[in-house]
């Protein structure tokens, strides 16, 4: 799966995704190979857990191959609809387990610096892909501490604002306060990105 | 939620951070239109998509792939039957982009031991379809009651905003009327103080006109009495006024002559003195008027004949003077060559 010629997870091409509601078999290995490694990343920062992320990406990709004639450009690139689909699929899972009263997420000391640990090269990404987990690497990292554990434990943790604000002991205007800023400036840092066509 | 709440709830939707009751009062928002909250959120929702990326990359187990691809392959109920119950759904970031991955029904199959069942189970199945479809349709009322509630609040939200920079504005208006007026009456009575003005330049024009109509016989008889061509005629008293004395001097570079009497007899009523030259006949050269108490006058009067005059007279006449004397002579003088 890791080949020279492997294409950029950033800018996997719809038209793979057109040939998959065709049933092109190619088409879906290709789509694994391209997505996988962000995608089981993904899984993985959100569950704490590989086999339990083994079984996510199972079901993620089952889904997409039954689904993916749903799939909508003008909704977003490829890469957003599967991660979205992914992260949607990994709250779900961590809620399912909350209810059952198992341990929810990392511990947050670990939250903010599970991420962007390495920003040296990977031999599963592409120059591109690196280049990109080196940008939002760092746009991630210049915010302060506290907004980027907000953002964190609502993106990865699935938690409200008001969860958010319990779980910190803090104002609930203030946890609110932290991800808006955090978000806006991540906004004006990234935007370049996905106006190259990265993502969006 | 005003507008500009909804506004500052994009980027914690994005994030994932909004309760279900807001995400579900943003919903209703940008199902209403609302272009810029839509322009945000997508490019709230990239910057979601990209968070991913920065994380460190962990490869998935190389047999992973192996085992998509052959549960891909085996008949799709068995397919459906991989997938574990999602149990509470989420739904964000946004039902927005996840209105494709509507929640997944759950795997039914049926086996022969239910199929001999149905029969007996069709009437208890069918009441629980209907009154699973009329919750089903409850619940969609409901979700729609409460967007179209939402969007009802922030128009509500809207109107209120436009009538308050409506106020707004009238009050401006109001004001700039009243500062409109005030600049009125402030140039009315500038015009009004530049008519006074006005008035009292051309008093004083007309003083200054007075001053200098008194002053400039003054300045000519000056010029007159340092000219070295003056010419002057001494006329005597007839006796008729006896005391009187009269001289006449001209200035050939004004041709003006200028008549100086004293003692002249005050001019009765109806009369006056009447100068005159005489060459081959008398021609009129001007009428003054001596009021009571007066004790010299000054007569001015342009004559551009002087040099062919020889003798001059001064007689009284009728008020407004005579073609030719006929009244008594009162000086009388010669010109010395």
């Given amino acids: 799966m890791d080949t020279p010629t492997r294409r950029a997870t950033s800018s996997i091409d719809p038209a793979l995704l057109a040939s998959i509601v065709k049933g092109d078999q190619q088409a879906f290995s290709q789509l694994y190979d391209h997505s996988s490694t962000l995608l089981y990343t993904l899984a993985f920062r959100i569950l704490g857990d590989r086999e339990e992320a083994d079984e996510l990406l199972q079901d993620v990709y089952l889904e997409v191959w039954r689904k993916v004639a749903r799939y909508d450009l003008g909704r977003g690139t490829p890469i957003a609809w599967l991660i979205t689909l992914t992260r949607s699929r990994a709250i779900d899972r961590l809620r399912a387990r909350a209810v059952r009263g198992q341990t929810a997420t990392m511990p947050l000391d670990a939250t903010v610096s599970s991420r962007v640990a390495d920003l040296g090269p990977s031999p599963f990404e592409t120059q591109a892909d690196q280049e990109l987990r080196i940008a939002v690497g760092n746009a991630i990292t210049s915010l302060p501490a506290a907004q980027q554990q907000a953002i964190e434990l609502a993106y990865y943790d699935g938690l409200s604002h008001n969860e958010i604000a319990a779980k910190l002991n803090q104002p609930l205007g203030t946890v609110k306060t932290r991800i808006k800023l955090g978000m806006s400036k991540l906004r004006e840092t990234l935007r370049r990105c996905w106006e190259q066509g990265d993502l969006g | 939620m005003t507008h500009e709440e909804l506004e500052e709830a994009v980027p914690l939707y994005a994030a994932g951070a909004l309760d279900r009751v807001e995400r579900q009062a943003l919903e209703a928002h940008l199902l209403s239109g609302c272009q810029s909250c ?33 549960a891909r392959n085996q008949d799709p109920m068995t397919v459906d ?143 007159l009495l340092r000219q070295p061509d003056a010419k002057v005629v001494t006329l005597a008293a007839s006796d008729m006024a006896k005391g009187a004395s009269g001289v006449l001097l001209y200035n050939p570079v004004t041709q003006k002559v200028w008549l100086y009497s004293a003692n002249l007899p005050e001019c009765p009523a109806g009369t006056a003195y009447q100068l005159w030259a005489i060459d081959q006949k008398p021609v009129s050269i001007g009428t003054f008027h001596i009021d009571a108490g007066e004790m010299a006058h000054l007569l001015v009067k342009r004559m551009p004949d002087f040099e062919k005059t020889r003798k001059f007279a001064v007689s009284l006449e009728p008020a407004g003077g005579r073609p030719q004397p006929s009244g008594p002579i009162y000086l009388a003088g010669q010109r010395a060559f």
């Avoid at chain 2, 990239?46 to 920065?54: D, K, M, N, Q």
């Fill in chain 2, 38 to 70: 839509h322009s945000a959120l997508k490019e709230y929702q990239s910057v979601a998509s990209l968070l991913p990326f920065g994380l460190s990359p962990k490869q998935a187990p190389r047999a992973l792939k192996s085992k998509i691809m052959a």
């Fill in chain 2, 81 to 223: 039957g991989l997938l574990k119950d999602p149990g509470r759904r989420s739904l964000e970031p946004g039902e927005w982009m996840n209105h494709l991955f509507p929640p997944i029904a759950p795997a039914r199959s049926l086996s022969l031991p239910w199929a001999i069942g149905v029969a007996t189970v069709l009437l208890v199945s069918l009441g629980g379809y209907f009154a699973w479809t009329y919750t089903t349709r409850v619940s969609e009322d409901t979700l729609k009651i409460q967007q179209l509630e939402a969007a009802l609040q922030d128009q509500s939200a809207k109107i209120a905003n436009l009538k308050r920079d409506l106020g707004l504005r009238d009050r401006s208006m109001a004001e700039l009327q009243v500062d409109v007026q005030r600049k009125m009456n402030d140039v009315i009575e500038l015009k009004s103080q530049l008519m006074e003005r006005e008035v009292e330049l051309e008093s004083t024009r007309e003083q200054l006109t007075a001053v200098t109509r008194g002053k400039v016989p003054q300045d000519e008889f000056a010029t």
